[in-house]
């Protein structure tokens, strides 16, 4: 059984910085791209960040450039999300999700699993 269980979220204020972790159990986690999504209330999930199997490459929304960084560890099948410089406008449920054989994408259709969410909130 595949499970992606995210951990990390939380509240915090603007300006700082939160580390969001996903670990996944069941999958050869290295034939999979993962990827990160948020979804604000009454909106469908947006793209945030993914990598390819190896962690190469690495792609990143516009919205987060230059402020999140994602980085994965096959040995630990974990993939984590650090977010810095937080803005209010960054609140939402954050998803972990797994692409086999993906490079990637920006699309949350092409992704096979799915975690449970995190809530993040960032207060002005």
Same mark, same amino acid.
């Given at each position: 059984?595949?499970?992606?269980?995210?951990?990390?979220?939380? #509240?915090?204020?603007?300006?700082?910085?939160?580390? #969001?972790?996903?670990?996944?159990?069941?999958?050869?986690?290295?034939?999979?791209?993962?990827?990160?999504?948020?979804?604000?209330?009454?909106?469908?999930?947006?793209?945030?960040?993914?990598?390819?199997?190896?962690?190469?490459?690495?792609?990143?929304?516009?919205?987060?450039?230059?402020?999140?960084?994602?980085?994965?560890?096959?040995?630990?099948?974990?993939?984590?999300?650090?977010?810095?410089? #937080?803005?209010?406008?960054?609140? $939402?449920?954050?998803?972990?999700?797994?692409?086999?054989?993906?490079?990637?994408?920006?699309?949350? $259709?092409?992704?096979?699993?799915?975690?449970?969410?995190?809530?993040?909130?960032?207060?002005?």
């Amino acid at each position: 059984q595949v499970q992606l269980v995210e951990s990390g979220g939380g #509240l915090v204020q603007a300006g700082g910085s939160l580390r #969001l972790s996903c670990a996944a159990s069941g999958l050869a986690f290295n034939t999979y791209a993962m990827g990160w999504f948020r979804q604000f209330p009454g909106k469908e999930r947006e793209f945030v960040s993914a990598t390819r199997w190896d962690g190469a490459p690495k792609y990143y929304a516009d919205s987060v450039k230059g402020r999140f960084s994602l980085s994965r560890d096959n040995a630990k099948a974990t993939v984590d999300l650090q977010m810095n410089s #937080l803005k209010p406008e960054d609140t $939402a449920v954050y998803y972990c999700a797994a692409e086999q054989w993906g490079w990637g994408s920006t699309e949350a $259709a092409k992704y096979n699993y799915w975690g449970q969410g995190t809530q993040v909130t960032v207060s002005s």
